[in-house]
Every structure is written in structure tokens, then in C-alpha cells.
């Protein structure tokens, strides 16, 4: 009998250890599936962890869309703009930074910075896995439903038109006497974000292969900007470069704005206007814009005589009857385009740099992906410099600094003002004659020779720009140019009221035009010159007679010369600081009535000197 009991005994015990186990993998390994079989608290907990997820994901979705597929942007490298490259390596629109994809940095490196969908997937997944820890169940604490969460993993997909989320972490959900584990959650979360990025891409790899961007601000400058021609005038031509360079921005907004890409996502009301039509190899069913502002960053240079003398006014030429102006410029041409795909409830943007450089494109990148790093002599920065900036009254001044050697250029960062120093101590590559530059708004660009191999410190002076208030009595619209070696400025009057002038020696010209109507007749004829004999003889000084026919049409001239002149002033600091007020005093000539008078006036600006005072 005893025996039989101690045996009973421990099979109960047994029997109470396999349910012990049992529960404790039931605990486990089905908690998952408790929550359908128990009260609605309980699953009221697990719902609104699940909301927490899709509200986080959904936020970071937007955050990709927004900023060009990255989230944490302060991880990624920033390259800031100079006066060589004005924009930086992100797009400030509306307020928020969007990067661009490709761009030219301020020391003229060609930098491609596309994400990956592989980028993106994970610095979502991290975002994610950051927020679990962030929800919120205060109201559901208030009705006595607990839910504790435990770390784990997080697996993120994103596909053409959903974001998948898995997540393998456990949580544990009490109300009352009842509990329950869920350990694994998936949530699939309709988006177009993967079908946007690979239309992006699309568009990208167009631009960075074919330029298209590129052909297009070429067009704009070759219709709304003087580029090589001729103007029949007996006065001198002056080709205001603010007045082009706000007429090619104003362009590029328009043209921008109607580009497309081929697809079915528009109607064409007008053949004509498949001009506007980018063809990237496919047909593209969503929503695409094009947006430029003249407000980004935008680098517009324009090289070419300014002041274009006429020809025909010279002696020996009046025989011709006829004057006329001719004129080339050469453009330098970096606009900043943001591309945004988009339907009611999504957007992606990134942004782009088109680059003109000499009137033509940028040379092509090819490869996928292509980088360019900074060049050998910028990645050997083995030499510490301390710079130091400074206006002319050595108050200091925060300043952007490049460090040229050997045709590289090091962006160096910025001088930060601590006190009355403004310094910064830079890495730079050992260099034999380096030239340093420092720029900052409202002053001039300087340079500093430094040979970097044995010197270890440098301090550089900058020039104030001041705006000045103008005084000019006139009864005729009238341009006036500052030049100097390091500024130059323009003032038309009426429009403008101020000018901005630095510490120089300028050079100033002055230009008055008024309306008129001088008609000469065309003429027909025909001109004989001796030339060099083409025979041996021309090397003894033979000659030959070489005829040619001039057949001028008839010319009516509508606005001349009518005022203006030279002048020379050198303008201190001080001066430019304690001045209210610039006067100047613009000669008028008469209204010229026949080409005779034209000549006259052109002759008598030449004499002429224009007054400019301070007070």
C-alpha cells in the first residue's frame, strides 16, 4: 500500500510538470493567436500598436518623398556653394532641404548622391525600429489596458505600390486578470513611393547621360539672350548683363514648367508643344513637374564686350552709309530644376543641377553611379593653416575659403566669428603659390598668396560693398557702369535708387538713348582694294586689286546716343561709410536727325566727362 501511494504521488507530479511546460510553449509560441479567442481589451492593445507602426512608417514614407529619398539628412555629407558653384549639395524649397541627386560642388567636382531603394529601405527600417519605443497608450492605460514592448527586429520591404513591414519583437498586453504575448506583426501599407523612386531614376539617368536639361537652357539662351549677331547702329551698344541674366531666369521659369516626359498623363493641345516632350524610353502614367525659381541658386556669367563699338563710324568707313554693331558672348549657365512625381496623396522630388559651361553642355557622366572624388592633391590635405578674416577696419568677418593648387580646388569650410577673430584652422595640401579666397555676402572676393609647404598662417582683408544713395537729375533714361578690379556695378536710372559700390579705383561710363528716326537710303556698289599679291611678288610688296559688291538695304535708325561720358575716381572706404549720397552729372547732347549728327554725338561722349560727387 505504501508503495503504491509514493508511485501515484509521483505521477502527479509528473503530470503537473508536462502542463507546466506545455503552458509555457502555448506562453510563447502561440500567444499570437491567443488574442482571437480573448477579449477585445486585449486585442484593443495590440490594434492600436499596430496603428503606432503604420502612423511611424507612413511619416517616414513621406520624409523619403520629400527630401529625395534620405531621412536623416544631417548624416549626409553637406558640400556647401561658393562663388564658383552657388548651390550647395541641397535644395532649400519651402523651407525643407531636398538634395539634389546630381550637382557640382563649390570646388567644381561633379557629385552624384542618388540613394538606393536599398538606402532608402534601410534608413527607413531604422526610422521605424526609433518610433516603436515612442508610442503612445496613455488612453489606453486610462482604461486599464498595459502594453509593454520589447525590443527585437524590424524587416522592411518597399515595392511598387506598397511598403511592407515585418516586425519580430514581442509585447505584452494585461487587462485585468487576462494577458497575452504577440510576437510577430506585419502591416502592408499601400504607397507608390518604390514606383515614384523608379521613375525618378528613370528621369535621372536621362539627365546625367543626355543632358536634356542642358539642351533646353541652351535654347533659352540662344532665344532670350544676345548671343552673336549684328545691330545696324551708329551708336556704341551697351548690353546691360543684369537685364540678360533676368531675362534668361524668367525664361527658364516657363520653359521648365511645361516640360514632360513622355507618357499618357497630359494632352497635347498643340503639336507644337511636343517640343517641350522628353522622351526617357518609356511611357509614364503619373503626374511629373519641373520647377525652376529664380530665387535658387543660380549662376549666370556673361563674358563678351560689354560695350560694343559700332563700325562704319571710323575714318575711311563713312563712305559705307551705314554703321552697324556686331556682338558675341559666351555663357556660363548652373540652374538648379527640382522634379516631383506626384498623385493626391504622394510625392517625390529630388533635384537636379543643369550645367552650362562656355555655351555647351557638361561633358557627360557615364557609368552607373558615377562619382567623381575630390582630385589627389585635395585627399593629401597633410598641412594645418590658421585663416583669419577681416574687413578693412580688421573687424572680423565670416567668410567661405577655397584653396586652389595646381588646378584643384579644396573647399576649406568657413572662418567663425569668436570675439573679434574670425578663423578657422583648415587642412590643406602642401602647395608652392596656393591662392587662398575667402567670399561672403555684401563683400568682395579676395585672394591670398600662401605657400602652404612652410607657412601656417594667413590673414585675409575683404572689402565692405556699401549701397549707396544716388542723385541724378535727368530727363532721359541713363545707364551708368563701376568698374574696378575686384567689383563692378550698374545703375540705370529712373529704376534704381541705390548703387553698391566697394573701396577701388574705378573706371565709370555713363550712356543716355533717346527715341528718334533717322532713315538713310541702301546702297549699291561696287569696291575695289588693293591687297598683297597671292603671287611670290607679295612678299616684295606687289599688290593686286580685289573688287567685292555692297548691296546695304536701307536702315532707320530708332534710338540713339544722346549723352554720357567718361570718368576716373578712386572711392575709400571711409568715404563710401560716411557719404549720404552720390551725385552724378551726365552731359546731354541734341537729338541727332540724320547719321551726320549721330557721328557728332558719338564723337563729343568720347570728350565727354561726367561729375561725380559726394555728400
Known amino acids: ?83 564658383y558653384m552657388p548651390s550647395s549639395s541641397q535644395l532649400d524649397f519651402l523651407g525643407s532641404s531636398v538634395p539634389y541627386w546630381l550637382f557640382v560642388s563649390g570646388n567644381n567636382i561633379l557629385v552624384d548622391q542618388k540613394p538606393t531603394k536599398e538606402k532608402m529601405e534601410e534608413e527607413l527600417t531604422r526610422f521605424v525600429k526609433e518610433g516603436i519605443n515612442s508610442c503612445n497608450f496613455d488612453e489606453l492605460n486610462d482604461a486599464g489596458i498595459y502594453v509593454d514592448i520589447y525590443d527585437g527586429n524590424v524587416n522592411l520591404k518597399i515595392n511598387d505600390n506598397s511598403v511592407d513591414v515585418s516586425l519580430d519583437n514581442s509585447i505584452f498586453i494585461r487587462f485585468e486578470n487576462e494577458s497575452a504575448t504577440v510576437s510577430k506583426h506585419d502591416i502592408s501599407i499601400y504607397s507608390k513611393l518604390g514606383k515614384f523612386y523608379n521613375l525618378a531614376s528613370i528621369v535621372y539617368e536621362k539627365e546625367k547621360n543626355d543632358m536634356f536639361l542642358e539642351s533646353y537652357g541652351l535654347d533659352v539662351m540662344q532665344l532670350y539672350a544676345p548671343v552673336t549677331g549684328v545691330e545696324f547702329s551708329c551708336s556704341p551698344k551697351f548690353f546691360n548683363e543684369e537685364t540678360v541674366k533676368t531675362d534668361i531666369k524668367n525664361a527658364l521659369v516657363d520653359n521648365i514648367a511645361a516640360l514632360k516626359v513622355s507618357g499618357n498623363y497630359y494632352d497635347l493641345t498643340d503639336k507644337k508643344n511636343s517640343y517641350f516632350v522628353v522622351d526617357v524610353g518609356e511611357k509614364v502614367d503619373e503626374n511629373v513637374n519641373f520647377i525652376y525659381s529664380p530665387s535658387w541658386p543660380t549662376k549666370i556669367q556673361m563674358f563678351g564686350d560689354k560695350l560694343v563699338q559700332p563700325v562704319g563710324t571710323q575714318q575711311g568707313l563713312g563712305a559705307m552709309g551705314l554703321c552697324f554693331v556686331p556682338y ?14 506626384y498623385d493626391n496623396s504622394e510625392l517625390f522630388q529630388f533635384a537636379l543641377v543643369a550645367i552650362i559651361q562656355n555655351s555647351q553642355s557638361r561633358d557627360a557622366v557615364l ?74 555676402e555684401n563683400y568682395t572676393s579676395s585672394s591670398y598668396i600662401i605657400s602652404t609647404n612652410r607657412e601656417e598662417s594667413a590673414d585675409i582683408l575683404m572689402k565692405k560693398i556699401h549701397e549707396i544713395n544716388v542723385s541724378m537729375k535727368s530727363s532721359l533714361p541713363v545707364t551708368v557702369l563701376f568698374n574696378s578690379k575686384e567689383h563692378t556695378a550698374i545703375y540705370n536710372y529712373p529704376a534704381d535708387k541705390t548703387v553698391r559700390l566697394a573701396e577701388g579705383a574705378y573706371n565709370v561710363t555713363a550712356f543716355a538713348y533717346s527715341n528718334t528716326s533717322i532713315s538713310f ?42 549723352g554720357g561720358g567718361k570718368g576716373e575716381d578712386y572711392f575709400t572706404d571711409e568715404l563710401l561709410s560716411n557719404s549720404e549720397e552720390l551725385n552724378i552729372n551726365v552731359p546731354i547732347f541734341k537729338i541727332p536727325t540724320k547719321i551726320e549728327d549721330l557721328q557728332g554725338n558719338y564723337a563729343q561722349w568720347e570728350a565727354s566727362r561726367i561729375g561725380l560727387n559726394f555728400g
Open 328 to 341: 558675341h558672348f559666351v555663357y556660363n549657365i548652373n540652374f538648379p530644376v527640382m522634379v516631383q512625381f
Open 521 to 562: 537710303a541702301g546702297v549699291k556698289d561696287r569696291k575695289c582694294l588693293d591687297v598683297p599679291s597671292s603671287s611670290i611678288g607679295g612678299v616684295f610688296g606687289a599688290t593686286e586689286s580685289q573688287c567685292f559688291d555692297l548691296d546695304i538695304p536701307a536702315q532707320t535708325i530708332e534710338s540713339a546716343l544722346v
Open 367 to 440: 557609368g552607373d553611379n558615377a562619382v567623381l572624388n575630390e582630385g589627389v592633391i585635395c585627399a593629401n590635405a597633410d598641412k594645418k593653416v590658421t585663416i583669419s578674416t577681416y574687413d578693412l577696419d580688421l573687424n572680423p568677418v565670416k567668410a567661405n575659403l577655397r584653396f586652389d593648387c595646381l588646378g584643384e580646388s579644396c573647399e576649406l569650410g568657413s572662418t567663425q566669428v569668436k570675439g573679434d577673430i574670425a578663423s578657422i584652422v583648415a587642412d590643406v595640401p602642401a602647395c608652392v603659390n596656393g591662392i587662398l579666397s575667402a567670399y561672403s
Open 1 to 83: 500500500m505504501i508503495k503504491r501511494q509514493k508511485r501515484g504521488q509521483v505521477t502527479i507530479f509528473i503530470i503537473v510538470g508536462i502542463l507546466i511546460v506545455a503552458g509555457i510553449i502555448a506562453y510563447f509560441f502561440l500567444g499570437d493567436t491567443l488574442l482571437s479567442t480573448t477579449s477585445k481589451e486585449l486585442k484593443q492593445g495590440e490594434d492600436s500598436y499596430l496603428i503606432c507602426i503604420k502612423d511611424r512608417t507612413e511619416l517616414g514614407i513621406r520624409l523619403l518623398g520629400q527630401q529625395g529619398g534620405y531621412i536623416y539628412l544631417d548624416e549626409l555629407k553637406f558640400y556647401p556653394g561658393s562663388a
